[in-house]
């Protein structure tokens, strides 16, 4: 045999040894290019480094299928296992011989005060949607500011500014990246006076916590309103403006933070009312600071924040005939109701608050209406999602209050007929319901047979995929039950299909959407108000059944209770009084 077989025949005869001896690193710092920190208490003693015989494990059954050793240097790894697939197991006769790292193996790892200084990495496309485990913390610490960095981190998903630049709207939403730390993505831009850094070191100048509230709890009802309250108050926006700016705002206001925690426990409360382990025995108030002190937008955000805690507390007070009017402010932001700020955003939650008591009681909206609802060009060389599911979402809702202000105007305009009125509010609905896109189209709809000529058939089955299609299809059928209980009677319909010209078709399609809709996060007063006003149109016993355990249904989902307005439904009905 030549030389080079010999070479070649032991080197199949020899491996590695003490390949695996090295501290051992984890997964989620090998796939986030971290290295493994150690406490100082912690060492590898050598007399502990043993590599097993195959002699001493020969008889054992195999309880995994495959083995994986962890490469400590990710730039020889894949020559590394090219080699092992040609080695075989040692003999007994070779001595060990200790582990040598790589003299490259330095290259590329990050020191002890680098992995300090930064956070993990969020990927735009794919963001985290598991909730920051909660630390049993009696102080303020780093790993708090972190988690809540962590709430704010989730969702962003665009580059740009959202929305014109009107006082504290201004808020730059862009996705980390390994370029820019999470403080220089998060930092809102008009709060010189406050140094917003989501870093494990300490804030510059912290926001101090409710003196009757802990970190911890601090923490749990920041983490609440994120994942249960946040997402609901954003059903129509895929930027989460109130989930992420939100959030913002609260971390440098102090009166912002304390409605934000204000929300977010009457929330927990409802949804937990009996779990003791849950429930935060401590009552948070958010005061409003004198005038002066803070600009419209704050202001504004503190009042939609507040009217929501009501509505969803005290569900038949907010729904009274006496309801407060803020148009002081609702009139300046309701000029930024066409794009996606924060303004914006604050005018349609208020509009869908105060479209909810409208319904319930039956009487005329308080908040002025915009002229025109958020607009989206078709035309666009780039699409933006988000401007087309902000649109189409919000124009039922305004067409909607057009239909509400129809129905209780009592001094109409003489260049503007309620004839010729009441067909633009139709002919608006109709172009509406036939563009819209496919993600605001049902995707299960299951018809029952003869369901016009037979009411005591049960309700038809329409499903939708998300929110925004719940939210707007309900709105648009409820804004045809208005209209068409308030049809003039000189209104001329033979050119509309005749399906769409049938209240008790669209009163269906109200309870059948409302009874299907399982998630909490899909669910808005405003809908709540909507299933109420078709469910006074049902007159069969069985579907008044049905649509009672619908609210009970819904109470258990939700935590909202209306419980004396479904009284004053069934004496509506004509029920014996319990």
């Not at 045999?1 to 390949?19: E, N």
């Not at 907010?318 to 309801?323: D, G, M």
Request: negative net charge; proline residues 9%; aromatic residues 8%.
């Amino acid at each position: 045999m030549t030389d080079a077989g010999k070479q070649s025949a032991r080197r199949l005869t020899r491996c590695r040894t003490g390949c695996d001896e090295g501290k051992p690193r984890c997964r989620n710092c090998i796939d986030r290019n971290f290295e493994c920190q150690y406490g100082s208490q912690l060492t590898f003693l050598t007399k502990n480094a043993q590599t097993v015989q195959p002699s001493e494990v020969g008889s054992l059954p195999a309880s995994y299928e495959v083995i994986r050793f962890v490469n400590e240097d990710p730039e020889n790894a894949k020559d590394e296992i090219e080699e092992g697939e040609d080695e075989i197991s040692p003999p007994p006769e070779e001595p060990q011989r200790p582990r040598q790292d790589p003299t490259g193996s330095d290259v590329g790892r990050q020191t002890e005060s680098e992995s300090l200084s930064e956070l993990p990495i969020w990927s735009a496309d794919e963001p985290s949607t598991e909730p920051p485990s909660q630390p049993a913390m009696a102080l303020f610490s780093d790993k708090d500011e972190s988690a809540v960095a962590g709430l704010l981190a989730l969702g962003t998903s665009t580059t740009e500014p959202i929305g014109p630049p009107l006082s504290l709207s201004e808020f730059t939403i862009s996705p980390p990246t390994r370029e820019r730390s999470l403080a220089q993505v998060m930092t809102p831009v008009n709060f010189p006076d406050y140094s917003v850094t989501f870093s494990p070191g300490p804030l510059t100048q912290p926001v101090a916590v409710s003196s009757e509230l802990s970190p911890t709890e601090t923490l749990e009802l920041f983490r609440h309103y994120r994942y249960e309250v946040a997402p609901w108050l954003d059903m129509c926006d895929l930027g989460q403006i109130f989930g992420i700016q939100g959030l913002q705002l609260a971390m440098v206001s102090p009166p912002v933070r304390d409605h934000v925690l204000a929300l977010s426990q009457a929330s927990k409360d409802l949804l937990r009312p009996f779990s003791s382990h849950s429930r935060i025995n401590k009552s948070i108030v958010g005061n409003f600071p004198p005038d002066g002190q803070l600009d419209i937008t704050t202001i504004a955000f503190l009042h939609v924040l507040n009217k929501a805690k009501h509505c969803i507390t005290d569900m038949p007070s907010a729904w009274s005939l006496q309801r407060e009017s803020h148009k002081d402010f609702l009139e300046p932001i309701s000029a930024n109701t066409v794009g996606r700020d924060l303004n914006s955003a604050i005018y349609w939650l208020y509009l869908r608050l105060d479209l909810g008591a409208a319904l319930a009681a039956d009487t005329s909206l308080q908040a002025p209406i915009p002229p025109s609802p958020p607009y989206f060009a078709d035309g666009d060389i780039e699409p933006d999602p988000f401007g087309l599911v902000f649109s189409y979402a919000h124009r039922p809702l305004w067409l909607c209050a057009r239909a509400i202000e129809f129905m209780h105007n009592e001094d109409p305009s003489p260049h503007l007929p309620p004839l010729h009125a009441w067909m633009q509010i139709i002919e608006e609905l109709e172009q509406w319901y036939r563009e819209r896109p496919q993600g605001f189209q049902p995707m299960l709809e299951i018809e029952t047979d003869d369901q016009a000529a037979d009411p005591s058939q049960s309700f038809p089955v329409v499903l939708f995929a998300n929110g925004a299609g719940v939210f707007s299809n309900q709105l648009y059928h409820t804004a045809m039950l208005l209209l068409l209980h308030s049809r003039p009677r000189t209104v001329h319909i033979a050119d509309i299909r005749s399906a769409t010209m049938s209240p008790l078709w669209h009163a269906q399609r109200i309870c059948s959407i409302a009874l299907n809709n399982e998630r909490r996060e899909c669910w808005d007063p405003c809908l709540l108000a909507s299933f109420l006003t078709a469910a006074r149109r049902m007159t069969h016993e069985s579907q008044q059944q049905e649509i009672l355990r619908g609210f009970e249904h819904i109470r258990k989902i939700t935590g909202w209770n209306a419980g004396e307005l479904l009284r004053d439904l069934q004496v509506e009905w004509g029920w014996p009084e319990a």
